[in-house]
């Protein structure tokens, strides 16, 4: 078979002119076909990270616990007692976008993949979804038509998620999903998963010892999501859907067959180096481990396993079917993992060997196809410090924000303030209300260790070996990080961190993922930039590593991009699971106060949104994100770590979206083995409109309740720690009944609350 | 005592169940691969839940066809325990050891969640332990959970008290609302003639400690060992 000769139509296809000219520099040759494939992949802004390398160096990596910092296939930390945790996020917006349920499912099969390479056992998963709004807003770009789109995206995608991790056995344990207009046409999928492996038993993606055999183990290579990283290192157009053949399809129960397969070849000691063929399939993960090692490799494709006939080198090479691993075996002791992998009924084979050098050579039908130096296509790859420039609006002051922002709220409110119904459209609107509609789609029990059900500020799995437990969250805010990116991430970061101590667990390291339009925009890459500075204060604050992580750029249709949206997945510790706090009130009588303190802090929130009804595109013109101190912020955290420590609160509750009334009403709520319970509070003013005592979203905020004999220490604990607490109110009564000031503003019981909050995403999506 | 957890392709219960048993019931336990042929030396098989072979074709309906069923088979017929959670209650009634079938949820979604069960029938060697109609907390975690059979059979289970557990409310009222599936009179668990095979759709094995929410799925576990005791003296 003769490849296609190169054109100048094929190059433009695959690299920039100027990449095309460093590519001939390294060769001191034009590539061919096969050699022109691999570089547009490998150099693709998916695999070579080219347009945010140069800032994604600046975060902290480094702490006691990092056992594997970024650069392998997920970050691996020590939890104590010669167990670690690897975990990683990582999105798969652009493919669910184009096919939901593929899309969903394959980014959860890819994450478990990238888990349990490093010899981890997958125990927990979790998704931070975002998409466009599911009802129509006349004054918006959400038509109707576009509304059913969303709710179709919505639906496809938590099936997918449930599709694959329900059948491969992975509890999905917690994660967000939250609405916005800008994720209209480009939703998020950003899916995280967490595996256990003892200390001495990580594995590595390194091709290393000269001569060892290379096994190709899992699904056949059909041809399937050709060029699936390269579409997603582009924007999307109106021809987005045709790209539907980029799209990969998920077998979750092969990937649990080969889960299985891999734990016992592991174990059985004959596996030198091991790596998924995720994005840009057997070329990445050949060209990675060859890299890591400092090897050469030399593969012969005609041994690799196929499914579909007459495949060529170039379509086998960048092919991403999933459920493949490449491994690199002990010489001589081959024939154990093949056999292991034939137990659980797949495919190993040898398909080539580490060779001296740094070579990646390429045989298919006897033919020389590739032959091209490891490092260049890696440590070469182009790096931009691409342009950037801060929008017109980033230099509007606080107090000029606030004024417009405050005229702007005066027009908006119109007639009698009814604080009842501002509390019920909040427990309704679809960012804060409950999503049981979409974790209960997911299995989150499997495996018996689930200690914190969906729902909560942080999921918590126990580790049955040891008597400690994970937490973990997922934590976005589009919002703020639209208003202002540096204070966004700073305020995401700590929001996770805090989430993580809502439950008593200490936080310990962090992944990341950054869902970004176009960074040849510089106003993007601007933002880009901010995020990278407010993550690294915030991470450094908490002494919180970033291990690993995931940039996705490109998400925008037609010009249209995402708001800048920085994912964060943190990671906490629980010493003793038995120390664990839940959200709910536990019991009438007990004590509610409020560690931190609220501040005018209404401008950028849900109730701005949902209520006043001002669009995210006014915000970013006119509001002032909360303002946050992380010094205060890490004295609340310190301070309710302390009390949960020591035994002396009965929840704890994270208060962000919505404020305090939302967060209080939340603790009221009933849960699995607690009937629902009133709260009667009496707040003070401190000079701040009753919109703003209830629903202004000031950050460094925790609820918190305990039993009154607990109070005096509880008090003493927050007084040692110079946290700010107040007692403000104590659990009784089926009523939610709030005053501020002496005079009450607010009174419903909770039962008809919690219907309200339930139902309302169920009502939307079947509307 | 010894128990034996049957692994497939799929299944992903088995260490739930292993834990469980070895755990909390304090029982030698053993998993054992689908492609084994020999039962001897166990008291108890659990075939436990997960997605043997993908679900491809229809739940359960490939596992039938693995070796160790035929073991199964013969195990069950010497009167010796067979307990099928989940996966593994539709691998049964595949497998022709209990009467009817398991159909897509009536909501067309997986379902997970805590549901209430009522034990209907607690003369058998699984509930012997636990008061009649006691409501058990017991999750649920399934997509194809919705139980049918004919009249003909339907009838039969009612009459020989092979219906043991039903979904009910939180104080084990029988009500549509109850029903997280859509299964035919609310059903939840059945077992064979002789009550030695038991099938179940809600997971017992992630019931079994407090830290998970609820203890109520131990007493089943517990009524199965005491009746192998009782059984061997």
Redesign the interface.
């Known amino acids: 078979m003769t490849s296609p000769a190169i054109t100048p139509e094929l190059i433009e296809q695959h690299v920039t002119p100027e990449e095309y000219g460093k590519i001939i520099e390294i060769l001191g040759r034009e590539p061919n076909f096969t050699e022109l494939g691999i570089f547009s992949v490998m150099w693709s802004e998916h695999c070579s990270y080219k347009s945010s390398r140069v800032h994604l160096r600046r975060l902290p990596t480094a702490g006691e616990r990092v056992i594997v910092p970024p650069g392998e296939n997920a970050g691996v930390v020590d939890i104590g007692d010669d167990w670690c945790v690897a975990f990683k996020v990582e999105s798969h917006n652009h493919p669910s976008f184009i096919e939901p349920f593929q899309g969903a499912a394959t980014g959860v099969g890819g994450i478990l993949r990238d888990v349990f390479t490093m010899g981890a056992r997958p125990i927990a998963a979790m998704n931070s979804l975002r998409f466009g709004p599911l009802a129509p807003n006349e004054k918006g770009a959400t038509t109707r038509k576009i509304a059913n789109r969303n709710k179709s995206i919505l639906k496809g995608v938590v099936?997918g998620i449930?599709f694959y991790g329900?059948?491969?056995?992975v509890p999905t344990v917690g994660g967000e999903v939250v609405f916005d207009e800008a994720y209209n046409l480009n939703p998020l999928v950003n899916a995280f998963a967490l595996g256990l492996v003892r200390k001495d038993q990580i594995f590595f993606g390194k091709a290393s010892g000269i001569g060892n055999p290379v096994l190709y183990v899992g699904a056949k290579t059909g041809r399937d999501g050709i060029h699936g990283a390269t579409m997603a290192s582009a924007e999307f157009d109106d021809e987005a859907l045709e790209k539907r053949p980029t799209v990969q399809v998920g077998?979750?129960?092969?990937e649990?067959?080969l889960l299985e397969a891999c734990l016992e070849a592991m174990r059985s000691g004959a596996i030198e180096g091991i790596q998924d063929m995720g994005a840009a399939g057997l070329t990445s993960s050949s060209v990675e481990m060859a890299d890591r090692a400092g090897t050469g490799l030399e593969l012969d494709l005609t041994l690799v396993p196929q499914r579909e006939t007459g495949m060529t080198a170039y379509e086998m090479l960048l092919s991403e079917s999933q459920e493949r691993m490449l491994i690199v075996a002990k010489a001589g002791r081959e024939r154990e993992l093949v056999e292991i992998f034939n137990k659980?009924?797949l495919d190993a084979v040898v398909i080539g060997k580490v060779v001296e050098g740094n070579r990646l050579k390429v045989i298919h039908h006897g033919e020389l196809m590739a032959d091209l130096p490891v490092d260049k296509l890696t440590d070469e790859a182009p790096r931009y410090e691409r342009p950037m420039e801060a929008p017109a609006y980033a230099s509007v002051g606080r107090d000029e924000r606030a004024a417009k922002w405050k005229a702007r709220a005066q027009e908006a409110r119109h007639g009698e303030r009814d604080l009842l119904q501002v509390l019920e459209t909040l427990l309704s609107s679809p960012d804060i209300c409950s999503k049981?509609w979409v974790?209960?789609?997911?299995?989150?029990?499997?495996?018996?260790n689930?200690?914190i059900?969906p729902g909560a500020d942080a999921a918590v799995v126990?580790v049955?070996e040891t008597r400690r437990a994970i937490s973990m969250c997922l934590d976005g805010n589009g919002l703020y990080s639209a208003v202002d990116p540096l204070e966004g991430a700073k305020l995401t970061v700590s929001e996770a961190a805090r989430n993580n101590v809502c439950v008593g667990a200490t936080p310990i390291a962090v992944t990341n993922c950054l869902n970004f339009a176009s960074p040849e925009r510089p106003k993007i890459m601007w933002a880009f930039s901010q995020t990278i500075d407010g993550m690294k204060a915030a991470c450094e604050t908490f002494d919180t590593p970033v291990i690993s992580g995931n940039v996705s750029f490109y998400n925008e249709t037609d010009g249209d991009g995402v708001l800048p949206t920085p994912t964060i997945g943190m990671v906490g510790l629980l010493e003793d699971?038995r120390k664990l706090v839940t959200q709910g009130f536990k019991k009438k009588g007990d004590v509610i106060a409020l560690l931190g303190t609220t501040n005018d802090d209404l401008s950028v929130s849900e109730y701005s949104q949902a209520v006043l009804g001002i669009s995210t595109n006014e915000l970013i013109e006119i509001g002032s994100v909360p303002a946050l101190d992380l010094t205060l912020e890490k004295t609340v955290q310190e301070t309710c770590l302390k009390l949960a420590d020591e035994m002396l609160i009965a929840s704890a509750h994270d208060c962000s979206d919505g404020g305090l009334a939302i967060a209080i009403a939340e603790c009221c709520f009933s849960s699995?083995?607690n009937a629902p319970d009133g709260a009667a509070l009496e707040l003070s003013s401190n000079g701040l409109d009753p919109e703003a005592v209830l629903f202004s979203e000031s950050p460094s905020r925790i609820v918190i309740s305990f039993s009154p004999e607990n109070a005096d220490s509880v008090a003493s604990v927050a007084e040692e720690m110079g946290c700010p607490f107040e007692v403000i109110g104590k659990v009784e009564g089926d009523d939610l009944k709030i005053s501020i000031d002496g005079s009450e503003v607010l009174n419903a019981p909770v039962a008809a609350l919690e219907m309200k909050w339930k139902h309302a995403l169920e009502s939307l999506l079947e509307a | 005592m010894k128990f034996g957890v049957l692994v497939f392709?799929?299944s992903?219960?088995d260490?739930?169940a292993y834990?469980?048993l070895s755990k909390h019931v304090g029982q030698p336990v053993d998993f054992i691969w689908h492609r084994q042929t020999d039962l001897s030396g166990y008291d108890a098989v659990i075939v436990p839940?997960?997605?043997s072979?993908?679900?491809?074709l229809r739940a359960g309906a490939l596992a039938r066809f693995s070796p160790v069923m035929k073991a199964v088979k013969e195990f069950a017929a010497e009167g010796k325990f067979v307990f099928g959670i989940c996966n593994g209650f539709q691998i049964l009634c595949e497998a022709g050891l209990l009467p009817g079938a398991l159909m897509r949820n009536n909501n067309l979604?997986?379902?997970?969640?805590?549901v209430n069960l009522r034990v209907e029938n607690n003369r058998t060697p699984y509930t012997d332990e636990i008061t009649e109609a006691k409501v058990l907390?017991i999750?649920i975690?399934h997509?194809d959970g919705n139980y049918v059979c004919d009249d003909e059979t339907f009838q039969s289970l009612e009459e020989n008290g092979q219906i043991v557990f039903r979904y009910c409310d939180e104080n084990g009222e029988i009500t549509a609302d109850s029903n997280p599936n859509g299964s035919r009179s609310n059903i939840a668990g059945i077992c064979n003639l002789d009550r030695n095979v038991l099938g179940m759709m809600p997971?017992p094995?992630?019931a079994?400690?407090e830290?998970?929410?609820?203890n109520d799925g131990r007493e089943i576990f517990r009524s199965l060992a005491g009746s192998i005791e009782a059984l061997a003296a």
Not at chain 1, 166 to 169: E, T
Not at chain 1, 251 to 254: Q, S, V
Not at chain 1, 439 to 448: A, G, I, K, L, P
Request: hydrophobic share 30%; net charge negative.
């Open positions: 099936e449930g329900n059948c491969f056995g077998d979750p129960f092969l649990k067959l659980w009924d049981h974790y209960e789609q997911y299995d989150h029990m499997v495996r018996t689930t200690a059900l126990r049955k699971v699995l083995n | 392709p799929g992903n219960c260490h739930d834990h469980v839940g997960g997605f072979y993908g679900d491809y979604h997986f379902v997970c969640k805590h907390s999750p975690a997509a997971h094995e992630r079994c400690e830290l998970l929410g609820s």
